[in-house]
């Protein structure tokens, strides 16, 4: 692997070519260290962006009080500055980290070597830890275990690609590849419910359910049940069709998915807030005389929180009282 | 005895270790900036309410 490919692929905005690269350093383990150097800069690069980027609830504010976008990035212009010079100086320390012993080679006389191969070290999921800051989450969300994930969803149609990297997949949490089964299986059902008119489609559907059933069967449950509720132009008959069900047990399917949807996104803002927290309360630790400042914007994110979570809320009960006021038409 | 070639000074994870390290700071500065950047835009858009607020007050006044 070389710097040009992880270039070109930047240049292409092929991501997915860079998740491949990462999956494949993943499973490996390279004899050196560039692929994790790689994978840190892009994470510097991500959270630049993310430093620098005016969110939607930002630009609403500035709008509904007659602002503009244009003046809002004129008085932020000297943070980008430094961010972008924050950026440089580390991608430039840690290339020099990369570079340094590749070019400074030695050669010494030993009686024994009883070091850890480079791929034992980067595969251990001790190292893994280490590398992300050494707690569940970052180590679940770090880049290599991110990548392995959509590596999964993307293999999960095709067998060959399951069984090729199954010693990836394997080291990845079930409820995750749960998640990402939900996901494709899902997007599949939607598809098909879309164009359930058309008979190729029609045969296919039947087809794919029937080989994802024997592979993921609670995923091909929950994937049913959500289709319910996210299926654009709900008609009831359809889905009863499809489903083989009766009208009395697709109201029953609509309203497990309209209750499980509230309380995933009640999960996830629980989760979000928790994150939060712990993310400030480290900001905090690091600098005590910004603490009144954090902990208002600490609580001003939790109420944005909430109150996109209640928005949400809100919309799903109305989305489920429509579609139930369908079946019983 | 034999002679091996060591291609490295510091360990993979001595280096790993070190890339980390500088990864860690570079997103703590970022997220403080990220704050600095937001608190920037609260104080823009307090500033526009302010406005806002005064054309109101001078339109009761002339009226």
């Given at each position: 692997m070389t710097e040009e490919i992880i270039n070109q692929a930047k240049q292409e905005g092929n991501v997915n070519k860079l998740k491949e690269i990462a999956v494949e350093a993943f499973k490996a383990g390279k004899d050196d260290i560039e692929e994790f150097a790689n994978a840190a800069i892009l994470e510097i690069e991500n959270a630049t962006k993310q430093a620098?980027?005016?969110?939607?609830?930002?630009?609403?504010?500035?709008?509904?009080?007659?602002?503009?976008?244009?003046?809002?990035?004129?008085?932020?212009?000297?943070?980008?500055?430094?961010?972008?010079e924050i950026e440089k100086k580390a991608e430039e320390e840690i290339k020099e980290v990369e570079t340094t012993n590749a070019e400074n080679p030695k050669t010494e006389e030993v009686k024994e070597v009883e070091t850890p191969s480079s791929a034992e070290v980067f595969n251990s999921t001790e190292m893994i830890r280490e590398m992300t800051g050494g707690s569940d989450k970052?180590?679940?969300?770090?880049?290599?275990?991110?990548?392995?994930?959509?590596?999964?969803?993307?293999?999960?149609?095709?067998?060959?690609?399951?069984?090729?990297?199954?010693?990836?997949?394997?080291?990845?949490?079930?409820?995750?590849?749960?998640?990402?089964?939900?996901?494709?299986?899902?997007?599949?059902?939607?598809?098909?419910?879309?164009?359930?008119?058309?008979?190729?489609?029609?045969?296919?559907?039947a087809q794919d359910m029937e080989n994802y059933s024997q592979m993921?069967?609670?995923?091909?449950?929950?994937?049913?049940?959500?289709?319910?509720?996210?299926?654009?132009?709900?008609?009831?008959?359809?889905?009863?069709?499809?489903?083989?069900?009766?009208?009395?047990?697709?109201?029953?399917?609509?309203?497990?998915?309209?209750?499980?949807?509230?309380?995933?996104?009640?999960?996830?803002?629980?989760?979000?807030?928790?994150?939060?927290?712990?993310?400030?309360?480290?900001?905090?630790?690091k600098a005590p005389s910004e603490k009144t400042n954090l902990e208002k914007n600490l609580q001003w994110k939790v109420n944005e929180i909430t109150n996109a979570s209640e928005i949400s809320v809100t919309r799903i009960n109305e989305e489920y009282n429509e579609r139930s006021k369908k079946i019983s038409s | 005895m034999y002679v091996v070639l060591l291609a490295y000074i510091m360990t993979p994870q001595e280096q790993a270790q070190k890339i980390k390290e500088i990864t860690d700071r570079?997103?703590?500065?970022?997220?403080?900036?990220?704050?600095?950047?937001?608190?920037?835009?609260?104080?823009?858009?307090?500033?526009?309410?302010?406005?806002?607020?005064e054309a109101i007050r001078a339109h009761i006044l002339e009226s």
């Open positions: 620098e980027e005016v969110s939607e609830s930002e630009k609403s504010m500035i709008g509904n009080q007659g602002g503009t976008q244009e003046e809002a990035e004129i008085r932020t212009k000297s943070v980008e500055v430094r961010a972008e970052l180590e679940r969300y770090g880049r290599g275990y991110d990548s392995a994930l959509n590596m999964y969803a993307s293999s999960l149609t095709n067998k060959e690609d399951l069984e090729k990297y199954k010693d990836i997949f394997s080291q990845l949490a079930p409820e995750d590849k749960a998640k990402m089964e939900e996901g494709v299986v899902g997007q599949e059902i939607k598809n098909a419910m879309l164009n359930s008119s058309v008979p190729e489609v029609k045969a296919k559907f993921f069967p609670t995923s091909v449950e929950n994937a049913k049940m959500y289709s319910t509720m996210t299926t654009p132009n709900f008609d009831p008959k359809k889905f009863q069709e499809m489903y083989d069900v009766s009208e009395q047990q697709l109201f029953r399917i609509l309203q497990g998915a309209k209750d499980k949807m509230i309380e995933d996104i009640r999960k996830e803002q629980n989760v979000k807030i928790h994150d939060l927290t712990l993310t400030y309360q480290e900001l905090i630790n | 570079a997103l703590a500065e970022l997220r403080v900036l990220g704050e600095e950047r937001h608190q920037i835009i609260l104080d823009y858009v307090k500033e526009l309410e302010a406005k806002k607020i």
